[in-house]
């Protein structure tokens, strides 16, 4: 196996990892009665995270402030984008 698809199968287990943590973090937060905004906005935050750790190595608030990450969400919620696409771009443009 060439070291080219070691590194494309530890990213599929850690994509497959982080959708795991995602469904599990959007659980607890319905089983806790947050506002919607609140779970939209922890998620949104988490999802950013993983796009740093993914393409930059580190997570999100190792290049932004959480000021720029709020900012961030704001623009996702007044934008009719998925916050996927808010994200890669975003983390792309950095």
């Known amino acids: 196996m060439s070291l080219y698809q070691v590194k494309i199968n530890k ?3 850690l ?3 982080l959708k795991f943590d995602f ?3 959007a659980s607890f937060l319905r089983r806790n009665k ?3 905004l ?3 906005r922890i998620i949104f935050v988490e999802q ?3 796009m740093f750790f993914i393409k930059k190595g580190y997570g999100a608030f190792a290049f932004i402030t959480v000021g720029d990450a709020m900012s961030l ?3 996702y919620l007044d934008s009719n984008q998925s916050s996927d696409k808010i994200i890669k771009n975003y ?3 950095i």
């Open 73 to 75: 969400f704001d623009q």
């Open 15 to 17: 994509i497959v990892g």
């Open 23 to 25: 469904d599990y973090l």
């Open 34 to 36: 947050m506002t919607q």
């Open 38 to 40: 609140t779970q939209e």
């Open 48 to 50: 950013l995270h993983a």
């Open 11 to 13: 990213f599929k287990q």
């Open 91 to 93: 983390v792309n443009s």
